[in-house]
């Protein structure tokens, strides 16, 4: 991870270049992808396709804390993912409220 947030700070924020990383679905440009996107640019649909890729608690908890929580929909869609049957799906909900209660107070939704 220190390796992978390094690399971040060369690449800068690019959301086209995050869209592309997440293509590859490799645990690295997963990773890569959910530290360089811009919160501001994901959509909801965005955040309901990638959602749906997690396949781990690393990658849930990583995109969650350093993607999702930034967004302008965090708020609804840890709701809407809490009521959702999928392991990573609700687990990410449970993420997005444990990184709130650490990061809250700066999120200027």
Same mark, same amino acid.
């Given at each position: #991870?220190? !390796?992978?947030?390094?690399? %971040? ?10 869209? %592309?990383?997440?293509?590859? @679905?490799?645990?690295?440009? #997963? ?11 994901? %959509?909801?649909? @965005? #955040? !309901? *396709? $990638?959602?749906?890729? &997690?396949?781990? $608690? !690393?990658?849930?908890? @990583?995109?969650? =804390?350093?993607? &999702?929580? $930034? %967004? =302008?929909?965090? +708020? ?9 049957? /999928? /392991? &990573?799906?609700? *687990? ?11 990061? =809250?107070? +700066?999120?200027?939704?």
């Amino acid at each position: #991870m220190p !390796e992978l947030r390094r690399k %971040t700070r060369s690449l800068g924020v690019s959301h086209e270049l995050a869209l %592309t990383l997440w293509s590859f @679905q490799i645990r690295e440009t #997963m990773l890569l992808a959910s530290m360089v996107d811009d919160p501001k640019l994901v %959509t909801k649909a @965005q #955040m !309901e *396709r $990638w959602v749906l890729d &997690f396949d781990n $608690w !690393e990658i849930c908890d @990583q995109v969650c =804390g350093n993607l &999702f929580l $930034w %967004t =302008g929909h965090v +708020y609804r869609k840890i709701f809407d993912f809490a009521e959702r049957k /999928e /392991e &990573f799906v609700k *687990r990410s909900s449970f993420a997005m409220i444990a990184e709130l209660a650490v990061h =809250g107070k +700066y999120i200027g939704n």
